[in-house]
């Protein structure tokens, strides 16, 4: 019985030490002061009142001789000097490390994230947004036209850097505001919300135009690139498989159209759902459908 009360009293005594701590807020130096000098203050009234409340034992059993008055003191100033000085530094120090572990977890969560050749987001990350979106909003897979040529011509060293062209004007077209991601090879992946349907076609047109009009120098190669994309869109009563299948059609007729092209499902020509067995790390989904089409 006495064990079990003696750890109820630490727990107690534990939880009122470290109550209103907020270990997630190390994100500046001054937040870190304050949380140590939050700490030092609890265990200075915490060392205060065990030491005083220890002083009739002392006098008792004739330990001290010295007046009450000044063993109150000495008390209060043990407690500041050695309480609170030393557990305010030990907080401020376990401050510093909470802060580069927090640090150190989001940049690695961010890097889990990241595809790394091209700085957009992976393909974990599509799939994580992509299984959420629950309002009006359009999918675009956007491919690399011809790409296979070259890689095949001028080395993959060639195409990753074309990769990170075409990524940087992606980024820059469809900004912080939609999702882009590599998808994996030369394919991505955007996720366009808001605004209406013909200003979320214009701007996957708008890229389609800027990759197309440019001239990428890769290695002192001189390139002219072009990129084709299908795009769907995401309905209250549509599957989220589905809407990968209508766009990743979309994306393989615009191809077969003669590429550098944007062409949305309106324009595949029949409507019936077919049942797609999707997995979203799977490569195209549009085997089942091209049957159809």
């Not at 994100?27 to 200075?44: E, G, H, P, T």
């Not at 799939?127 to 036209?145: P, Q």
């Not at 850097?161 to 912080?176: D, K, N, P």
């Amino acid at each position: 019985m006495g064990i079990f009360m003696r750890e109820r009293l630490v727990n107690i005594i534990r939880k009122w030490l470290w109550r209103q701590i907020d270990l997630g807020s190390f994100d500046n130096q001054k937040a870190i002061l304050i949380f140590a000098l939050s700490v030092s203050c609890r265990a200075v009234i915490l060392a205060s009142v065990s030491s005083l409340a220890t002083l009739p034992l002392l006098y008792g059993l004739g330990f001290l001789t010295m007046p009450v008055d000044e063993a109150i003191k000495l008390t209060v100033a043990f407690s500041w000097l050695f309480g609170g000085a030393f557990s305010g530094a030990l907080a401020f120090v376990a401050g510093l490390v909470i802060r580069d572990l927090t640090q150190s977890r989001a940049e690695f969560e961010r890097l889990s994230r990241t595809d790394t050749l091209s700085g957009l987001a992976n393909r974990r990350a599509f799939n994580d947004a992509f299984a959420r979106v629950d309002d009006e909003a359009s999918l675009a897979i956007i491919d690399i036209d011809r790409f296979k040529l070259i890689n095949d011509r001028f080395g993959h060293h060639v195409g990753d850097m074309v990769i990170q062209e075409i990524s940087a004007i992606l980024r820059q077209v469809f900004g912080e505001r939609n999702l882009v991601a590599r998808l994996g090879g030369e394919e991505f992946g955007v996720i366009l919300k808001g605004s209406v349907l013909a200003q979320r076609l214009a701007l996957v047109e708008r890229a389609r135009n800027q990759v197309s009009a440019g001239r990428f120098l890769c290695d002192g190669v001189e390139l002219s690139v072009t990129i084709s994309a299908g795009v769907a869109e995401f309905l209250p009563d549509r599957r989220a498989e589905w809407v990968y299948a209508r766009a990743d059609k979309a994306l393989y007729l615009a191809k077969a159209d003669g590429r550098d092209r944007v062409l949305h499902e309106q324009s595949l020509g029949f409507a019936e759902e077919v049942a797609v067995d999707y997995h979203p790390d799977t490569p195209a989904v549009f085997d089942a459908l091209t049957a159809k089409g």
